[in-house]
């Protein structure tokens, strides 16, 4: 059980996923950064995760690995199988609490632990599940209706759901989930990180970009529902006026293949860079070395790679939905929100600031400010933190 040092609570934190490192998304470096901030403070985090690779070896006693396989339809996904001799050490851990961060089989192992142990289950509702259907069969492809019915049946069956955007909680009160029973906690920026030099030199790895090219970047997995097609459609026609531009692209997934294509397709190939995934201190240095960075996803619960580039001090344009739209509708956010999905606004809005220094230089000093103030690591951590501590002390 807890105990107390220096009048601070201490907590032994089981946290249980299907996705972790090295696997490159938002949800498994959001659970580094807790893990890291939370253990920096005295607490203990135990992981629960598939094992990534036969021979991946990890130098972190704290993380139980199960055994896993690929997703068939997309293979860089795990399926861990919740059976495993890691399961008899948890009652040695004393854990205080339980914090699951999907449905799935490791969550619903996570559900298991904490009615056995009679423990407080939290889980964070990362990701909008109805809006990845497309990489189902159609033959197997459940209705959204019924995904959403999932979704809501899961909830209820937790102590507290954190949502990571108000615009989320407002979607699962939709859903059916009551509005008492969810909490807003975005997911933080290790700002610090933000800090340290540049070591990936953009211009020296791609000779293609010269020095007086101006970088327009995207981050994230090439998948149909990150909507870079558009994006690339959008940059052909920022090129009709401004010739002196790069799109830089960072990030792996299915659609590379066809997103390539596209490119070629576009006429664009030689001002359109793929760098494919790459580790997180590239990405870090990939976002300080670009002018502009764009977004047009439509499923982003919480928008990391915008509070990202903004904490690097680079501005954004993107599409304002779900989590996007939560960060730039606030006042002095670094970034400029787009409605709808529509080519001349986004070109425009683009365009705009590659011609007009000043507007620029207001929307970059804006960004790094906007971060620091609202999402630092730091304050989401307090917020789960307390979260955990009532969630244990009511009865």
């Not at 996923?17 to 135990?46: C, F, W």
């Not at 006026?241 to 293949?257: Q, Y």
Request: glycine fraction near 4%.
């Amino acid at each position: 059980m807890y105990e107390f040092y220096k009048g601070e609570m201490q907590l032994n934190i089981g946290m249980f996923s299907d996705t972790y490192l090295p696997q490159k998304n938002g949800v498994a470096t959001a659970i580094k950064l807790y893990k890291d901030e939370m253990e920096k403070r005295g607490h203990n985090v135990y992981l629960f995760v598939p094992k990534y690779k036969f021979d991946y070896k990890r130098n972190d006693d704290k993380i139980f690995e199960f055994p896993a396989v690929k997703f068939v339809f997309e293979k860089e996904q795990r399926i861990a199988l919740p059976f495993s001799p890691e399961i008899f050490k948890i009652k040695e851990l004393n854990l205080d609490i339980i914090h699951s961060h999907d449905p799935f089989s490791m969550g619903i192992l996570a559900r298991i632990v904490s009615r056995m142990l009679k423990l407080k289950h939290v889980t964070t509702h990362h990701t909008m599940y109805d809006y990845y259907l497309h990489y189902l069969p159609s033959i197997v492809r459940p209705q959204p209706e019924f995904v959403q019915k999932i979704i809501k049946n899961w909830c209820l069956k937790t102590d507290k759901i954190i949502a990571p955007t108000d615009n989320i909680k407002e979607t699962l009160v939709e859903y059916g989930v009551p509005s008492e029973h969810i909490v807003t906690i975005p997911t933080g920026i290790d700002l610090a990180s933000f800090d340290k030099p540049i070591n990936w030199d953009l211009k020296k790895e791609y000779p293609q970009i010269k020095d007086d090219d101006r970088i327009l970047l995207f981050v994230g997995r090439l998948g149909k529902e990150k909507n870079i097609s558009f994006l690339l459609k959008v940059f052909k026609k920022v090129l009709l006026e401004e010739t002196k531009v790069k799109f830089v692209i960072v990030g792996g997934g299915p659609e590379k293949e066809a997103l390539e294509e596209l490119a070629m397709e576009l006429n664009i190939a030689d001002n359109v860079i793929f760098t494919g995934s790459q580790p997180r201190e590239k990405v870090i240095d990939a976002y300080k070395q670009a002018y502009l960075f764009i977004f047009a996803s439509y499923t982003e619960t919480q928008g990391l790679v915008i509070l990202e580039s903004m904490a690097a001090g680079t501005p954004v344009v993107a599409l304002g939905k779900l989590g996007v739209y939560d960060i730039l509708s606030q006042e002095d956010a670094g970034g400029i929100m787009i409605k709808d999905l529509n080519e001349d606004d986004f070109s425009h809005e683009i365009l705009k600031l590659l011609k007009d220094l000043s507007s620029y230089e207001v929307l970059k000093k804006k960004a790094k400010i906007f971060v620091k103030d609202n999402y630092s690591i730091e304050k989401c951590v307090d917020m789960i933190l307390e979260l955990y501590k009532r969630e244990i002390l009511t009865v």
